[in-house]
Every structure is written in C-alpha cells, then in structure tokens.
C-alpha cells in the first residue's frame, strides 16, 4: 500500500504536491487525544476542499488545474468523489474523502503529513464546530475569542481558509474590537445611574426634612416658666 501511494504522489508535478498534502490531510478528521478518538477519515465538500487546497478566492486556473489533477488520485484509489443525497432524494453537493481508513494506520508519509498538519486541522475542525453552533444559536459567546481567536488570525496569514471560516474570523474580531468599548460606556452609564439614583435620593430627604416641624415649635422650651394666672 505505501509503495502505491508514494508512485501516485510522486507522479504529479512537483509544484502540485505541496497542494496535494494539504488536500489529502484535509481528508482527516484529526485526532482528539484527550477523548481517546483517533484520526479517521472524514467527507469534505469539493468547494471547501478547493478553498483549502488552493484559496477560496483564487481565480488561477493553473491552481484549479492542480486540483483538479490531484483529486484525479481517485483512479489511483486513493481518494473517492461522490454526492451526499438531500433528505428530499436530489443529489446534494459533490464531496471527497479517502478511500478506507486504513490508509491513515498503513501509509506512513500520510501520518507524518497528518502529524505535521495537526495544530492546524485540530483548530479548523474546532472552529467548524463553533462556527455551526453560531450559526445555529446566533448569540455572540459563540463566536471566538481568546486563543483559537488569535490562532485563526495567524493562519489566515499563513494558510488558505474556507470562506465561511473568514467570514467567521472577521465577526469574531470586530465583536471583541467593540467588546472595550462597550464595556466602558456600560461603566459610564452605571456610574450616571449611581449618581442619578444618589441625587434622587438627597432629594427626597431635602423634602422630608423641610416638611417636618421643628422641635421646638412644637414643645415650649423646657427652661421658661408658664404664665401667671390673671386676676
């Protein structure tokens, strides 16, 4: 099996098999050493998969070209296209993956290509995840922050990204960009609402006391004497 492999990569251009380890490791799901699940083999849209692989903005036809030739690995057995069918029966979208899951235990130049790719699958297949849930949900704690935030930045400088994981990044920095702000004008406010609520309150005892009579208006002085009785 490896010997097999290594002819059918090492028959492309060289230029083209850079391109075709991205490919084949985006083909693996990576493994979660701290739940026991190891690597395996997972499905991955073409359109996706193209954007991995060469940018999902290149319009290059000699980048689309590559990966059309390297996707051809299927005549090798390697890699398998296909479509997911739609819950109405149609034909869903055209996907790919590896042929059997055995070739991520056997072929020896795939795991060290997975193991040297691994921080950036294991962030990618992190942030699909999130990514999914903020789609779902909406809400702003879903969207990245912390490290797998600063991560995505840098590899959006070093790696081609899915569209949909750009646009994700992009949310994600302006939310935390705004996030100061908001915090501070929160502060502000709270402080005025303190001070309105302190004023209120002086107020109130301003009307109270002007109110109320005084005490000795209302009790002779305790040191004069009473009137004397007329005759």
Known sequence: MTAWCNNAVGRLPSGQRATARRILTS?????????????????????????????????DPVLDGAFDEII????????????VPRPDGEPGEPI?????????????????????????????HRVTEQRDRHTR??????????TDLAEGLDWAGQRSLPTEI?????ASERHQQATPRRRRLNSILASLLALALIA???AAWQRGSARKPS?????????????????
């Open 96 to 124: 790919a993956e590896l042929i059997h899951d055995a070739l991520i235990r056997d072929w020896g130049d795939l795991r060290e290509w997975i193991t040297r790719d691994h921080r950036f699958q294991a962030w990618l």
């Open 27 to 59: 083909l693996v799901r990576p493994a979660d050493d701290v739940r026991g699940i190891p690597a395996a083999r997972q499905q991955v849209p073409l359109a996706r998969l193209r954007s991995l692989a060469t940018g999902a903005r290149s319009a």
């Open 137 to 146: 949900t909406g809400l702003s704690p879903d969207l990245l922050d912390g």
């Open 166 to 170: 750009i646009d994700f990044l992009t």
């Open 200 to 202: 209120v309150g002086l």
């Open 72 to 83: 051809a690995l299927s005549r090798d057995r390697i890699i398998i296209t296909g479509t």
């Open 215 to 231: 005490w000795q208006s209302v009790m002779p002085s305790l040191g004069s004497s009473p009137p004397s009785p007329r005759h």
